[in-house]
């Protein structure tokens, strides 16, 4: 089946440190998205890309759509506490009937005060 | 309301109670979906609403059982549950997308209901 790998699988990372962490899949995908989720609560998206080699910023966050349409990479700069979360890609194929959103492992990311 | 409202947040059951997960939106979306996530992994697709028909069942077991009696709620029925059943149950809701016309933006999750079977 369609599986997405993200990498690293958890990172900790003083704070004020930049972050990059990516996702890939051995399949196309035309929409890549990103969500953190907190604990106990739902995830939230951050940014949605929607075009290959499309870069987006959403504040601090940074990421983009591969040119190959099978890989996305989130950068987060000067990190602070609150980035503390899970991080998750999600791919979607646009162009079926129905809407299934399949989602990365997660990266787990903690920030050193 | 940009909002995706569950109740409740927190559920304890046995395995031989019958219990209800509720969902509601008001953002207009007319698709919307139950996750579940196990601790540490990705919300796993459980079942997939459009205008209110069921669209999509992930081969989930018949103990499980959603209803969607209006374009703003989303209900899931849950009965004779097993331990390994225990998760936190996300729902989530979003545009519908056709093949000419696709969403683009993600789901809105709400915050979910932890539940536990004992």
């Known amino acids: 089946g369609q599986q997405l790998n993200q990498s690293p699988q958890s990172m900790f990372i003083q704070e004020g440190e930049d972050v990059s962490m990516n996702c890939t899949s051995s399949s196309i995908f035309n929409t890549w998205l990103w969500y953190k989720q907190d604990p106990g609560e739902g995830p939230v998206l951050l940014i949605a890309?929607?075009?290959?080699?499309e870069l987006t910023s959403n504040g601090r966050l940074t990421a983009q759509f591969g040119i190959t349409r099978k890989d996305s990479f989130l950068n987060i700069s000067a990190s602070i506490p609150s980035d503390v979360g899970i991080y998750f890609c999600a791919g979607r194929k646009d162009k079926t009937s129905y809407d299934k959103v399949i989602f990365g492992p997660g990266t787990s990311l903690s920030v050193i005060p | 309301d940009t909002e995706v409202t569950q109740t409740p947040k927190h559920l304890v059951m046995g395995m031989t109670n019958k219990k209800s997960l509720k969902c509601e939106q008001h953002?207009?979306?007319?698709?919307m979906y139950w996750y579940k996530q196990k601790a540490k992994k990705p919300p796993e697709l459980m079942f997939v609403y459009s205008y209110e028909k069921l669209s999509i069942n992930e081969s989930v077991p018949s103990r499980f059982s959603p209803e969607c009696p209006n374009s703003s709620l989303l209900n899931l029925h849950l009965h004779a549950l097993q331990p390994e059943d225990s998760a936190l149950y996300l729902c989530?809701?979003?545009?519908?997308?056709?093949?000419?016309?696709?969403?683009?933006?993600?789901?809105?999750f709400g915050s979910g209901t932890r539940l536990t079977v004992v």
């Open positions: 953002m207009g979306h007319r698709a």
């Open positions: 890309l929607y075009k290959a080699g």
């Open positions: 989530a809701s979003s545009l519908v997308p056709t093949p000419l016309f696709f969403s683009r933006d993600g789901y809105t």
